[in-house]
T-cell receptor, first 112, second 115 residues
Framework: QQPVQSPQAVILREGEDAVINCSSS?????VHWYRQKHGEAPVFLMI?????EQMRHEKISASFNEKKQQSSLYLTASQLSYSGTYFC?????????????FGKGTLLTVNP | EAEVAQSPRYKITEKSQAVAFWCDPI?????LYWYRQILGQGPELLVQ????????DSQLPKDRFSAERLKGVDSTLKIQPAELGDSAMYLC?????????????FGQGTRLTVV
């Protein structure tokens, strides 16, 4: 089951904040966040595990609500370098095999 | 810094021809993934290896796609015959374990265009 991301796209001015959401219809074991710049490979940002703590990567943080099967990525005081497409990847709970299913992505554009 | 190597970076092939992609994961990574990414979409898992064994190929179109990782190191993904709808970026990724707690490192990908 592919997770659903929202919004599909967001445009910010440098220094503004943004939130990207990821939700699943299935119980989740973990949520991964990646950023992909145009023409490049996806780059790992962070993993959130069931029962784990909120994670941070520089000024980017994320939370994982296990009961709601949702994760949110918080970009604070955005920088030009934050521009790119953000993907969440989810692994379903109870699985014996690690299978990462990605959402369709959220395109973030940060303008000067 | 260790990287996942993929080749070729770009491939243009005619419909009905065979095409192959190669991936060399980060040394010591037991888990290797092949993903297909259509422009504007998220990566879609095609096949997952744990060492030399396939642990998930449920989304692999087996009538035309095949993948192998003979010695549990590098891997090859083949398409025969290629169809117009196969045009996409093919990404290889590897991780130290397949437990869900390890990050996946992606290669630069092979962009396939079928004409």
């Amino acid at each position: 089951q592919q997770p659903v991301q929202s919004p599909q796209a967001v445009i910010l001015r440098e220094g503004e904040d943004a939130v990207i959401n990821c939700s699943s219809s299935k119980a989740l074991y973990s949520v991964h966040w990646y950023r992909q710049k145009h023409g490049e490979a996806p780059v790992f940002l962070m993993i959130l595990l069931k029962g784990g703590e909120q994670m941070r990567h520089e000024k980017i943080s994320a939370s994982f609500n296990e009961k709601k099967q949702q994760s949110s990525l918080y970009l604070t005081a955005s920088q030009l370098s934050y521009s790119g497409t953000y993907f969440c990847g989810t692994e379903g709970a109870g699985g014996s095999n690690y299978k990462l299913t990605f959402g369709k992505g959220t395109l973030l554009t940060v303008n000067p | 810094e260790a990287e996942v190597a993929q080749s070729p970076r770009y491939k243009i092939t005619e419909k009905s021809q065979a095409v192959a992609f190669w991936c060399d994961p980060i040394s010591g990574h037991a888990t290797l993934y092949w993903y297909r990414q259509i422009l504007g979409q998220g990566p879609e898992l095609l096949v997952q290896f744990q060492d030399e064994s396939v642990v998930d190929d449920s989304q692999l179109p087996k009538d035309r796609f095949s993948a192998e990782r003979l010695k549990g190191v590098d891997s090859t993904l083949k398409i025969q015959p290629a169809e117009l709808g196969d045009s996409a970026m093919y990404l290889c990724a590897s991780s130290f374990t397949g437990t869900g707690t390890a990050e996946a490192f992606f290669g630069q990908g092979t962009r396939l265009t079928v004409v």
